[in-house]
């Protein structure tokens, strides 16, 4: 699952939300693009956020990457993970004490491909992972799934829509867990120069479950394009959630190189 800026991965830590980490930003660049045959892609993201709430305080980071092949016109090879997660929290006990706990460690391993799907008026494109269990306190004990529907429409005055239907589970012996996110992304586009562009980003996470609430958050930066080959991308993006569950201050880094 692509991690074009994993804001939404550290607000869910941050909040607690069942939001997926592979939910998408766009910063001036389309998400749901499959690449060329022959043409390889890393990104390398940077990812911090801080959620108060009850008197409890937290503060994540993380470093997802993500490496895609075109194999086809149509098809896309594609592996995703984090490197690296940090989480702090602070929670007040009782008679002024003060509790902290620390997690660290690596984020499960997805594996998997994503196909463009025949739509004229939009982007479109299928993404089915298998989920390698390799992340310990960020991530799950048993072998598991993910797979997305992922869809984005530009207009002519540079708003881009974008939206994430998706699934994860494990399938541990005699049960099921299943999570089911809806994320969604509504992104204005300002040219600045011939290089640069500036975007602001409406964005949305909703678990799709009885107690499930939407995480949103106002996210605002700028993206850098060099090229041709290697065309290199690079974004800075900062924004602060709109509600309990969006996280309080988010900041967020993201590398794209591409070749082929």
Request: with cysteine; proline share 5%.
């Amino acid at each position: 699952m692509r991690i074009i800026g994993a804001l939404v991965f550290v607000a869910a830590i941050v909040a607690g939300s069942a939001a997926l980490a592979s939910a998408q930003e766009l910063y001036c660049i389309t998400p749901d693009d499959i690449l060329p045959t022959g043409h390889l892609q890393f990104e390398l993201g940077l990812d911090y956020g801080t959620d108060r709430s009850n008197d409890i305080e937290t503060t994540a980071w993380g470093v997802p990457m993500s490496i895609q092949y075109g194999l086809t016109d149509i098809v896309n090879l594609d592996i995703d993970w984090t490197a690296y997660n940090w989480e702090n929290t602070d929670d007040p006990a009782t008679q002024g004490a003060t509790t902290e706990t620390n997690a660290s460690g690596i984020g499960d391993v997805y594996a998997g491909a994503r196909v463009k799907l025949p739509t004229a008026s939009f982007n479109s494109s299928f993404g089915g992972y298998l989920v390698l269990p390799v992340g310990g306190d960020f991530g799950s004990d048993e072998l598991g799934y993910a797979a997305d529907l992922a869809w984005g429409r530009e207009t002519e005055n540079g708003w881009y829509w974008y939206g994430q239907f998706g699934v994860e589970g494990v399938q541990p012996e005699g049960a099921n867990d299943h999570e089911w996110t809806l994320s969604h992304s509504l992104n204005l586009d300002i040219p600045s120069g011939e290089s640069m562009c500036w975007t602001a980003t409406l964005d949305g996470s909703t678990p799709l479950d009885p107690d499930g609430q939407t995480a949103w958050a106002l996210l605002v930066g700028p993206t850098w394009s060099f090229g041709p080959d290697p065309a290199v991308d690079f974004s800075i993006s900062g924004g602060h959630g709109l509600n309990e569950v969006g996280g309080d201050w988010l900041i967020s880094a993201l590398l794209i190189v591409r070749t082929g």
